[in-house]
């Protein structure tokens, strides 16, 4: 058969500058790539495969003769546009929260549940929030093997996690406070120095250099993020297990790009060290760097710009049953985002 | 009676000057105030209570006719010369580790356990880990009206927690990368933007701008790290719960000062929101900031320097009976350091 026409939506976002890189460089499955942004973006002309594409402005007629699209636009944009790709015949892969909860829609992470994705009556496939995803291929062989019943997860998200304005702005304030070896050492000092120096227009609700923000996404009821909720929910969704029992607390920590996490995992039945490490060993996508007898751990510096989930600093807790506490690292532009819904285009072209 | 004369052990250090500045500025109960500290830096002239002070070497007789001596020096140095100061008859509050796990040194937090520093047959009283004194205020409030049993704890721990070396460190690497507005996007740029600018010689095992590093302490068995230990065993001795279930992941963020903690903390019978606001409204040492719908919670660029303990993000954990997840900070140098050691002296001092 002819090769499938991929549509990417949202081709000058953060994801999407990594979407383009990723279809540039694995494995070349696509005929025709049709770049498609905002009107603002319409015209301007970037490289995708290494070849110029002038990208399109959204409108029903783009996703003509479109097998796969892929959506990385605001929850907003994909409630309106995903329905008119996949009307018009389109396999619709969207990154937004507007449709992971529905029930005949899948959620999927192919590592997790591939086949989930054949499911999609209305011909809609959604790709999880970043910070689930930044830990669930290492979570998700575990789970295939010892059955999940708990997760406790604290999270330190990345400041791309909030778009190209996150480390544009993480930036700004490391330059606005770079050589003053006072700042950081007295109540509001920071504040004070960035309100001198950079307007008050920041994605995030309080300064993010030398600092740490417990707020990431929505309010939602009982206090919770919307970015918490999101965790609980989907993990539930993708592990298949519907009473999986979550608590999470989402912070915004000043590193550009790599969600960790420190996670804590009840399983039905006893799981050591050992039998983690066996079963993250053999996971395709999963690194294991767990020696901290020798400091090997991963962290967000060494992960960024690469596939895999890291995992490390496995232990087992002592004072609960069949728990396990860790450390998983993700980038959340790639796995946690561009990534995964990459993976899923290519395992959905081969039913094509 | 005659004012108690204080001796400060390891007065220049990150927590000696804050300590200084301490005894400075709270109710002035003091006679004479010594400030000792070793050999190298012995000689040299500090300010106390607006006065010029000699530092003194370390040397048996600088405890003579000393009441209370306040250590801030390495577990080695403590090991030394604690029972020194405690044999010549100066009751000696140690900051270091090397006695707070022993049965007969209590390990005192004065709003928590402060009949406990009554009962010292060694003349020693030890004060926590910064990082188990930096929540346990609130937690040790909660305590004690719902009966803790379980706690899950992440932390978020600032550089000067490392010693003076660990902020001058984190403003060098700071500086290093400033105005590289591509640096942190590719595995490793960091490690080789340093390597080209910083000598090797950090006091961390990872490079800390633009990262979060998951170690804290040395190695113990089972892949530990020696402060996610002390947070459980010092929690349990602290509140009196020899069989506290206690799981921590300790990370290094680069914030200056202030330690943050993510807490998921399980009660005897249930508690709600309102339960806790009440409670910790009330506790004298602690700050409540729970307004997440307007973006109130604390982070520690707003509590450094300060001396509470701030909590914020109380949420009833949907899936898990009688439980809160909770972010706590507090100012590692003050409360949990300095502070504690102060307010230990100034209750040990009411009894001489």
Same mark, same amino acid.
């Given at each position: 058969?002819?090769?499938?026409?991929?549509?990417?939506?949202?081709?000058?976002?953060?994801?999407?500058?990594?979407?383009?890189?990723?279809?540039?460089?694995?494995?070349?499955?696509?005929?025709? &790539?049709?770049?498609?942004?905002?009107?603002?973006?319409?015209?301007?002309?970037?490289?995708?495969?290494?070849?110029?594409?002038?990208?399109?402005?959204?409108?029903?007629?783009?996703?003509?003769?479109?097998?796969?699209? &892929?959506?990385?636009?605001?929850?907003?944009?994909?409630?309106?546009?995903?329905?008119?790709?996949?009307?018009?015949? +389109?396999?619709?892969?969207?990154?937004?929260?507007?449709?992971?909860?529905?029930?005949?829609?899948?959620?999927?992470?192919?590592?997790?549940?591939?086949?989930?994705?054949?499911?999609?009556?209305?011909? &809609?496939?959604?790709?999880?929030?970043?910070?689930?995803?930044?830990?669930?291929?290492?979570?998700?062989?575990?789970?295939?093997?010892?059955?999940?019943?708990?997760?406790?997860?604290?999270?330190?998200?990345?400041?791309?996690?909030?778009?190209?304005?996150?480390?544009?702005?993480?930036?700004?304030?490391?330059?606005?406070?770079?050589?003053?070896?006072?700042?950081?050492?007295?109540?509001?000092?920071?504040?004070?120095?960035?309100?001198?120096?950079?307007?008050?227009?920041?994605?995030?609700?309080?300064?993010? +250099?030398?600092?740490? /923000?417990?707020?990431?996404?929505?309010?939602?009821?009982?206090?919770?993020?919307?970015?918490?909720?999101?965790?609980?929910?989907? $993990?539930?969704?993708?592990?298949?297990?519907?009473?999986?029992?979550? $608590?999470?607390?989402?912070?915004?920590?000043?590193?550009?790009?790599?969600?960790?996490?420190?996670?804590?995992?009840?399983?039905?039945?006893?799981?050591?060290?050992?039998?983690?490490?066996?079963?993250?060993?053999?996971?395709?996508?999963? /690194?294991?760097?767990?020696?901290?007898?020798?400091?090997?751990?991963?962290?967000?510096?060494?992960?960024?710009?690469?596939?895999?989930?890291?995992?490390?600093?496995?232990?087992?807790?002592?004072?609960?049953?069949?728990?396990?506490?860790?450390?998983?690292?993700?980038?959340?532009?790639?796995?946690?985002?561009?990534?995964?819904?990459?993976? &899923?285009?290519?395992?959905?072209?081969?039913?094509?």
């Amino acid at each position: 058969m002819s090769r499938p026409t991929l549509a990417l939506i949202g081709a000058t976002g953060a994801v999407g500058t990594v979407m383009r890189e990723l279809v540039s460089t694995r494995e070349d499955i696509w005929g025709e &790539i049709r770049l498609v942004a905002s009107a603002r973006s319409a015209g301007k002309v970037l490289q995708v495969r290494g070849e110029d594409v002038v990208v399109q402005a959204l409108a029903p007629e783009v996703f003509d003769g479109v097998d796969i699209a &892929i959506f990385d636009v605001p929850d907003e944009v994909s409630a309106e546009w995903v329905p008119i790709a996949a009307e018009r015949g +389109a396999i619709a892969i969207d990154k937004s929260g507007t449709f992971r909860m529905e029930p005949d829609v899948p959620l999927v992470v192919p590592e997790v549940n591939p086949l989930d994705a054949r499911d999609r009556p209305r011909n &809609i496939i959604s790709t999880p929030n970043c910070t689930t995803l930044s830990m669930m291929a290492a979570i998700g062989a575990l789970h295939a093997e010892y059955t999940l019943k708990e997760l406790v997860v604290a999270s330190y998200q990345a400041v791309s996690g909030a778009g190209v304005a996150g480390p544009a702005r993480l930036y700004d304030e490391i330059e606005a406070l770079a050589g003053d070896r006072s700042v950081g050492q007295a109540a509001g000092d920071v504040r004070k120095a960035l309100a001198n120096k950079l307007d008050a227009d920041s994605p995030f609700p309080a300064p993010i +250099a030398f600092n740490v /923000v417990p707020w990431a996404g929505s309010y939602k009821d009982g206090g919770w993020a919307s970015e918490e909720l999101k965790l609980r929910n989907e $993990s539930r969704k993708i592990l298949g297990i519907p009473d999986l029992k979550v $608590s999470a607390t989402c912070v915004r920590v000043p590193v550009i790009t790599t969600h960790s996490l420190a996670v804590h995992a009840r399983f039905e039945r006893e799981i050591t060290v050992a039998d983690a490490h066996r079963i993250l060993e053999a996971a395709p996508t999963v /690194v294991l760097m767990d020696d901290p007898a020798n400091g090997v751990w991963p962290t967000p510096v060494d992960v960024v710009g690469t596939d895999p989930t890291y995992i490390g600093r496995i232990r087992q807790a002592v004072d609960f049953p069949n728990t396990l506490d860790m450390f998983v690292c993700g980038d959340n532009l790639r796995k946690g985002a561009a990534l995964n819904a990459a993976e &899923i285009a290519e395992l959905v072209a081969t039913e094509l």
